[in-house]
């Protein structure tokens, strides 16, 4: 495994372009990464590991990250699929429009981040916004 993939793997298969640069990658060698499928751009100046999880690439895009039953999903909990993507968003961020709009789409807009990595809360967090977001949706 090459060095900028164990980096963008430690961040959650996430990376900006300032990580890919510490760890070696220039502009030039960046498109070359990206022309040969070794990493793809998830959007500007932001770049994802081919095998990234599609709901992690799909939540970054809307800007924010994999949060509640997506989160728990994602790690491997068992929780009811609602067919929504739930996503945390910082309290300053504004929402991207995915492709397919948001009408799947549930935000969680927070002050402060919840634990976790760039690409997904952490499963207690998880189960936190779990329990308040059935309450609210009952």
């Given at each position: ?7 963008t ?12 640069r510490l ?9 070359i990464?990206v ?5 793809r ?14 709901d992690?690439?799909?939540?970054f ?5 994999l949060a ?9 909990e068992?929780?009811?699929d609602?067919?929504?993507?739930h996503?945390e968003?910082?309290?300053n ?6 492709e ?14 919840s ?6 809360v ?16 009952l």
């Amino acid at each position: 495994m090459m060095r900028y993939e164990r980096a963008t793997a430690a961040l959650g298969g996430i990376a900006r372009r300032s990580d890919l640069r510490l760890v070696g990658l220039d502009d030039e060698t960046l498109r070359i990464v990206v022309a040969y499928g070794k990493l793809r751009r998830v959007r500007q100046a932001w770049f994802a590991l081919p095998d990234a999880h599609a709901d992690v690439v799909r939540a970054f895009q809307i800007g924010g990250r994999l949060a509640c039953a997506s989160a728990l999903r994602f790690h491997g909990e068992p929780v009811a699929d609602d067919g929504m993507l739930h996503v945390e968003m910082p309290g300053n961020a504004v929402s991207r429009t995915p492709e397919g709009g948001l009408a799947n789409v549930r935000l969680h807009w927070t002050r402060l981040p919840s634990p976790g990595n760039r690409a997904v809360v952490d499963a207690e967090a998880a189960w936190r916004q779990w329990a308040r977001c059935e309450r609210a949706n009952l």
